[in-house]
């Protein structure tokens, strides 16, 4: 995923005025406005690291006259303690883009780091980990390049690109079909799907039992969800769908309670794709922090 500079550079621009505003009012009180200094970016512990190419974006930003010398490159593996950058120049500058940095390569590396622990939790398997929706506001376009630097995959962006029909929407329009009956809904709303949607998006449904997984498999979507199902659940749905005769045409995803601890028994069922709000949702922060160098 390559990300667009112009997206980026106003994401920037918004996280500096939010932190800098009206100044720095401790450095302007303490410091030489001429002194320079070296800094160095040090990983206080290990994982993937994402953000780097942001980060030199933010501190170009505070002032394009800082040197920044990455030491490391985006996706890498370091370990505690590692030396992942240095930033020269003027301290007012770096101290001024210090935590705005820090924060975002926090944030994005711990995304990175929990997509790839998934991933190589499935490795061989075939299946792909997709993230989710679950972002924190208006952190997502970034959130899903990290993901993709993890080794995982996106799903859709948002509301407007793929036709993804869950539980409420089979509640709601069970209402207004007046039924409760979930399986024959599910049935009429992916035909509705197909019929009033543009071609080119994808249809997806969510099931939660078997019975309205079959139902699904009759109407051909191109995915359907299998929601909170164990293991065993989603096995007998791969040979629901071996024995329709529809592997390679309706993939399998499923999500709902996905852990590493449990991700390699549903890896081996035979469905495509492994989705999971955790790795965007719930993030643990990689811990990085900038020092000045004393000379």
């Known amino acids: 995923m390559d990300l667009d500079k112009k997206r980026v550079d106003a994401i920037i621009r918004f996280s500096l005025k939010e932190d800098i505003w009206t100044g720095d009012v401790t450095s302007q009180a303490v410091l030489d406005k001429n002194q320079e200094v070296d800094a160095v970016i040090l990983a206080r512990q290990e994982g993937v690291v994402c953000g780097i190419g942001i980060v030199e974006r933010i501190f170009s930003s505070v002032d394009e006259n800082l040197h920044f010398r990455p030491m490391v490159k985006e996706g890498d593996h370091i370990e505690a303690s590692q030396e992942v950058a240095f930033v020269e120049g003027s301290a007012l500058s770096i101290l001024k883009g210090e935590r705005t940095a820090l924060n975002f390569l926090s944030l994005l590396s711990g995304v990175a780091t929990a997509t790839n622990k998934m991933v190589k939790a499935v490795e061989g398997s075939g299946v792909k980990i997709y993230d989710t929706r679950k972002t924190i506001p208006l952190h997502r376009y970034l959130q899903k390049y990290a993901v993709t630097v993890g080794g995982g995959s996106n799903h859709r962006k948002g509301l407007w690109d793929m036709v993804l029909i869950k539980d409420n929407h089979i509640r709601a329009a069970g209402m207004h079909k007046k039924t409760r009956d979930s399986e024959r809904v599910i049935k009429e709303i992916v035909k509705d799907a197909k019929a009033n949607s543009q071609k080119n998006l994808r249809i997806e449904i969510e ?11 009759d109407e051909k979507p191109d995915v359907i969800m299998l929601d909170n199902m164990s293991p065993e659940m989603v096995s007998e749905a791969v040979s629901l769908r071996k024995k329709k005769k529809l592997d390679g045409k309706v993939f399998f995803e499923v999500s709902g309670g996905i852990t590493l601890d449990n991700i390699a028994d549903y890896a081996a069922s035979g469905i495509e794709i492994i989705s999971t709000g955790s790795i965007t ?14 000379r």
Do not use: Y
């Open 207 to 217: 099931v939660e039992t078997l019975k309205e997984c079959e139902c699904a498999l």
């Open 281 to 294: 949702g719930n993030v643990h922060s990689v811990d990085f922090s900038l020092e000045i160098i004393l």
